[in-house]
């Protein structure tokens, strides 16, 4: 498996403007998790999915950010609008239930919004 | 419940020192343990973890971490640093035997290695 596999990379968007993020998981995982990682908060949970279903979005800052799953191998985080202080790098990462233990992090996607 | 306390966000060695890294953690059930790697521009990716078996694990490139339950403790050792070993370093907890595999992790501690 490849892992798990985020895009774009690099974002980088006006302020006002729609921004999508989107994250494959390791085939056969359970959960899928969405963080987000700043100097000044450190690696926070924003939402995690169990079986595509969302079952805490409590760290989701804002109505802005909203999360999806519509299969089991995809998902993505959508912020409408965009605001400069969402200028972070987000992680999505998943576990597989059976057999699993360790959370497999992608590579990240590094937003930076203007 | 369940939470990690690193302590020190920043720890300085010098090459060929030991490295030591502490984690605490608390659990109302018995947790598994992680330690996790972070380099620059990259995602993080598990360095070792304890599930319940041996309480001394060994991880990748040289690190191993010791199960302390009467201390709360999963600290992180090294006995030689390598330049190569500067990054951020996060120590996580579950609780599988809890039905959760949510892991909650630390702050963070950046490893700083001098020449």
């Known amino acids: 498996d490849a892992g798990v596999i985020q895009s774009p990379r690099h974002e980088v968007t006006e302020m006002g403007q729609e921004v999508t993020l989107r994250c494959k998981p390791i085939s056969g995982h359970d959960y899928l998790f969405w963080y987000r990682q700043t100097m000044m908060r450190g690696l926070e949970l924003l939402i995690y999915?169990?079986?595509?279903?969302?079952?805490?979005d409590s760290g989701m800052p804002e109505d802005r950010f909203s999360a999806k799953m519509p299969n089991a191998s995809f998902s993505t985080l959508k912020i409408q609008p965009s605001e400069p202080r969402d200028s972070a790098v987000y992680f999505c990462?998943?576990?597989?239930?059976?057999?699993?233990?360790?959370?497999?992090f992608g590579q990240g996607t590094r937003l930076t919004v203007v | 419940a369940q939470s990690v306390t690193q302590l020190g966000s920043h720890v300085s060695v010098s090459e060929g020192a030991l490295v030591l890294l502490r984690c605490n953690y608390s659990?109302?059930?018995?947790?598994?343990l992680f330690w996790y790697v972070q380099y620059p521009n990259q995602g993080l990716q598990l360095l070792l973890k304890?599930?319940?078996?041996?309480?001394l694990v060994k991880g990748i490139n040289g690190f191993e971490a010791e199960f302390k339950k009467s201390e709360t403790s999963f600290h992180l050792t090294k006995p030689s640093a390598h330049m190569s070993d500067a990054a951020e370093y996060f120590c996580?907890?579950?609780?599988?035997?809890?039905?959760?595999?949510?892991?909650?992790f630390g702050r963070g501690t950046s490893l700083i290695v001098h020449p």
């Open positions: 999915f169990n079986n595509n279903v969302p079952i805490d």
């Open positions: 990462a998943s576990i597989g239930q059976v057999g699993g233990t360790e959370a497999f």
């Open positions: 996580a907890v579950s609780q599988p035997s809890g039905g959760s595999y949510i892991p909650t």
């Open positions: 304890y599930t319940s078996a041996a309480t």
């Open positions: 659990s109302s059930v018995p947790p598994y």
